[in-house]
């Protein structure tokens, strides 16, 4: 029987932007030693988060439909950011929240700009969608504010994303430079910042936020600094018109009643946030300083994983491989010329060891 999909979905790859550690565990027929391919956190989620899930399971925690408004989570981030409830939507994770950005704005053939090399989930939503990539390369391991407003400009793009701090170098831009991107976007289009690794930045990245403004959409999560990747919440802070069109589409019970409980617990917990970010620091320092004593060039990283230069594309990808092999689940950019790095996560104490140890023993070993 021919199956009658429509034609964008026949027109689709059969493949997803990652595949899973626990796939590739399945692979190979043993766990990985060391998981720091994702960006997930290893320093764990705020101790009164977990009693919060503790305290619900006991009641009605997962018997319940959660609350479709996420209330009590949006209250508390609209206190936290200064914006209205109504400036707030949660779902997902962002990745969620990029597809329903897509849905909302891009109809099939319109145009989408983004980094060659940024996040690949965003691209994901985009081709789901039908929409039309236009891609702007890196400018010195940094997306480029200014080629991609051009690109915006130039091909009548509706919609432009850039993340700050970036994945997958993990550089970024400081307040002011996003500033004058938000104050230069084309009439027409909107800016889509994804900033999931701001929080791990002491210093002054984010641009004020600044809801009157329609043309840009700001993408958080809990998912990084927070270290809640598996419990999928994420938010956008937005104009009230555009977070009104985001919940004409959104699955409204899609952030289960645990993910909530735990989001809004972790806010309060103010010392949890600073304690991650000092263990993201020590730890970076820790991979710089693994990186020098091995000759390999990195770059300063604003995130909770370090580009490592590997030199080439080959040694980069043959390094992965070998680690593959030594238990440590790693990746690494996908498009030249970014693709000569490595992107080292920062694990827990003990998978940065082993880490350590594979590479100082193999490195010399590796492919040159
Ligand atoms: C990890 C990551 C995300 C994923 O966020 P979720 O809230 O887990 O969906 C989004 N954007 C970038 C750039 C990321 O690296």
Redesign the pocket.
């Known amino acids: 029987m021919r199956i009658a999909f429509t034609p964008l979905v026949q027109s689709l790859p059969a493949s997803t932007p990652f595949v899973g550690p626990e796939t590739l565990e399945r692979q190979k027929g043993q766990p990985f030693r060391a998981r720091i391919g994702?960006?997930e956190s290893a320093f764990g989620i705020s101790d009164q988060a977990r009693q919060a899930i503790t305290d619900a399971l006991t009641d009605s925690g997962c018997s319940w439909y959660p609350d479709p408004e996420n209330y009590e989570l949006r209250s508390a981030l609209a206190l936290k950011h200064g914006v209205a409830m109504e400036e707030i939507c949660v779902d997902?994770?962002?990745?969620?929240?990029?597809g329903l950005t897509v849905r909302m704005l891009i109809s099939p053939g319109e145009t989408v700009v983004t980094s060659l090399g940024?996040?690949p989930?965003?691209n994901y939503q985009v081709a789901g969608h039908g929409g039309k990539l236009v891609t702007v390369p890196y400018r010195d391991n940094h997306e480029d504010p200014d080629a991609l407003l051009a690109a915006c400009e130039e091909n009548n793009a509706k919609l432009v994303y850039l993340?700050n701090p970036?994945?997958?170098m993990g550089t970024s831009h400081n307040a002011s430079t996003l500033q004058k991107m938000i104050d230069n976007v084309p009439d027409g289009a909107l800016l889509a910042l994804?900033e999931?690794?701001i929080d791990f930045s002491t210093e002054d990245l984010a641009p004020a936020i600044d809801t009157n403004n329609p043309k840009v959409l700001r993408?958080r999560?809990?998912?990084?600094a927070y270290g809640m990747?598996g419990m999928?919440?994420?938010y956008i802070i937005a104009h009230k018109d555009i977070i009104t069109s985001v919940n004409k589409i959104r699955n409204h019970f899609q952030i289960n009643r645990l993910s909530q409980i735990a989001a809004t617990a972790s806010l309060a917990d103010h010392d949890f946030l600073r304690q991650v970010q000092k263990n993201v620091a020590n730890r970076r320092q820790q991979v710089y300083d693994l990186a020098d004593e091995l000759g390999l060039p990195w770059l300063p990283s604003s995130?909770n994983f370090v580009a490592v230069d590997m030199g080439t594309s080959d040694r980069a990808k043959a390094t992965l491989k070998e680690l593959g092999e030594y238990g440590i689940f790693m990746r690494m950019p996908g498009v030249p010329p970014l693709d000569r790095y490595i992107r080292v996560g920062l694990g827990t104490e003990e998978e940065h060891t082993y880490l350590a140890h594979i590479l100082r023993e193999k490195l010399s070993t590796l492919a040159r």
Request: glycine share 10%.
């Open positions: 994702a960006n997902g994770g962002i990745d969620t929240l990029l940024a996040y989930t965003f993340s970036d994945n997958p994804d999931a690794y993408f999560t809990f998912s990084k990747a999928r919440v994420g995130t």
